[in-house]
């Protein structure tokens, strides 16, 4: 799971096949009762081709399989994306261009 909105009853699953994130609704998590997952778990699932908000993918089955290690998550250009541990909040070329300027700055 990329991300999971308990309070919403959806989220997001990352699947490398798929050139996009698949959107899932606690509707299609199987079992009973209150069903929901948390980022990192990994889940089995199946998968339609839907427009469901900014997805274009929809879960139509799911199933918990094991926890996993939450992902790291930031926010570029808009889309929610899945970085290595540790990376800066900053890209390091914006800071490189940064730094380069205030070398060369006189004042």
Request: charged share 30%; glycine share 8%; aromatic share 10%.
């Amino acid at each position: 799971m990329k991300f999971y909105k308990a309070d919403k009853g959806w989220g997001a699953i990352m699947c490398p096949e798929l050139p996009t994130d698949v959107w899932v609704h606690l509707s299609v998590i199987d079992g009973s009762g209150f069903r929901e997952f948390a980022a990192g778990d990994v889940v089995d699932f199946d998968v339609e081709e839907a427009e469901q908000d900014s997805f274009h993918f929809r879960a139509t089955r799911a199933a918990f399989v094991r926890h996993g290690a939450a992902p790291e998550l930031r926010r570029v250009d808009g889309q929610v994306v899945v970085v290595e541990p540790g990376t800066p909040d900053t890209p390091l070329l914006r800071r490189r261009m940064d730094d380069a300027s205030r070398d060369t700055d006189p004042s």
